[in-house]
Nanobody
Framework: QVQLVESGGGLVQPGESLRLSCAASASIFSALVMGWYRQAPGKQRELVSS???????NYADSVKGRFTMSRGNGTNTVYLQMNSLKPEDTAVYYCKAIFAGRGVVEYWGKGTLVTVSS
């Protein structure tokens, strides 16, 4: 069982920045993929960004150029640096990890709320 704990959410004004963290109880470099998802009120959960075990990243079109996902060196933490935040970025942000063991298993954190409002 892998635990994922997100942190760093909060209330910011449009144009400001936040950095989200996802601390894992297992080595993030052993994960097949780690991802950040978000779910806005009344909407489906959507992929924001992902990073493979090899370090390749992928971003939703809506956040390209503004968000950066990275892995901590020597820590089991992944980050999501969010710049130039917009009101439409308001959502609960979730961390997800996929590990291969006895089959493929995915784990989710409980989420952290990001609110972008003036």
């Amino acid at each position: 069982q892998v635990q994922l704990v997100e942190s760093g959410g909060g209330l910011v004004q449009p144009g400001e920045s936040l950095r989200l963290s996802c601390a894992a109880s297992a080595s993030i470099f052993s994960a097949l993929v780690m991802g950040w998802y978000r779910q806005a009120p009344g909407k489906q959960r959507e992929l924001v960004s992902s990073i493979t075990g090899g370090g390749s990243t992928n971003y939703a079109d809506s956040v390209k150029g503004r968000f950066t996902m990275s892995r901590g060196n020597g820590t089991n933490t992944v980050y999501l640096q969010m710049n130039s935040l917009k009101p439409e970025d308001t959502a609960v942000y979730y961390c997800k990890a996929i590990f291969a063991g006895r089959g493929v298993v995915e784990y989710w954190g409980k989420g952290t709320l990001v609110t972008v409002s003036s």
